[in-house]
């Protein structure tokens, strides 16, 4: 069965920490950019951070830019998001995706180009 599984999130204070995560199963996310996007009650989906596949290149929504990091770990088919500094305006549901081309040096941020949507995981960061 291909899927994509986020786990990791939680119920957090303002200030703290969460990381999250994103295995891949059924496909692999060798040669394809991957990102987090996120949704909050209320609003559209929007993007958070993309991942080169080997290159280490990452791009980070202005919102989240020195608090989020994204990495990757290709041997476990795996893509994680280390939230520190967190907000109640990062309350939302994260969900990755994979891109649906073969990376070729170019970050795409229309989420209608990123395929094999995970059931998403709840981040809820209280004031």
């Known amino acids: 069965q291909v899927q994509l599984v986020e786990s990791g999130g939680g119920l957090v204070q303002a200030g703290g920490s969460l990381r999250l995560s994103c295995a891949a199963s059924g496909l692999t996310f060798s040669g394809y950019a991957v990102g987090w996007f996120r949704q909050a009650p209320g609003k559209e989906r929007t993007l958070v951070a993309l991942i080169a596949p080997t290159t280490g290149r990452t791009y980070y929504a202005d919102s989240v830019k020195g608090r989020f990091t994204i990495s990757r770990d290709n041997a476990k088919n795996t893509v994680y998001l280390q939230m520190n500094s967190l907000k109640p305006e990062d309350t939302a549901v994260y969900y990755c995706?994979?891109?649906?081309?073969?990376?070729?040096?170019?970050?795409?941020?229309?989420?209608?180009?990123?395929?094999?949507w995970g059931q998403g995981t709840q981040v809820t960061v209280s004031s």
């Open positions: 995706a994979k891109d649906q081309s073969v990376y070729s040096g170019t970050f795409y941020m229309d989420e209608d180009l990123y395929h094999y």
